[in-house]
Nanobody
Framework: QVQLVESGGGLVQAGESLRLSCAAS????????MGWYRQAPGKQRELVAG???????NYADAVKGRFTISRDNAKNTVYLEMNSLKPEDTAVYYC????????????WGQGTQVTVSS
């Protein structure tokens, strides 16, 4: 079966860093676009960072310059390096895999909580 297993979330203080990992199994990893989303209480889920290709990534305005998405195809893993964390970054972070050819084929991770205290 398809699984996206996230790790790395937790409780940190403002200004600190976290590195989220998402390990995929059950899919041909190279045929999927990977992305990170987050959802804060009372808010809609939003795209944080997307890895479209090795030369094309995109970030939400709120995280530009602080977050970096990367991908290791050999490990079937996508990462989100989160630096200079702010309390407003507090949310549940989700990993997503979207099929390149058929975009309606997509999968979600279980979500991992990131809490940034002031």
């Amino acid at each position: 079966q398809v699984q996206l297993v996230e790790s790395g979330g937790g409780l940190v203080q403002a200004g600190e860093s976290l590195r989220l990992s998402c390990a995929a199994s059950g899919i041909i990893f190279s045929t999927y676009v990977m992305g990170w989303y987050r959802q804060a209480p009372g808010k809609q889920r939003e795209l944080v960072a997307g890895f479209i290709s090795s030369s094309t990534t995109n970030y939400a305005d709120a995280v530009k310059g602080r977050f970096t998405i990367s991908r290791d195809n050999a490990k079937n893993t996508v990462y989100l390096e989160m630096n200079s964390l702010k309390p407003e970054d507090t949310a549940v972070y989700y990993c997503n895999a979207k099929n390149i050819r058929d975009s309606w084929i997509n999968y979600w991770g279980q979500g991992t909580q990131v809490t940034v205290s002031s």
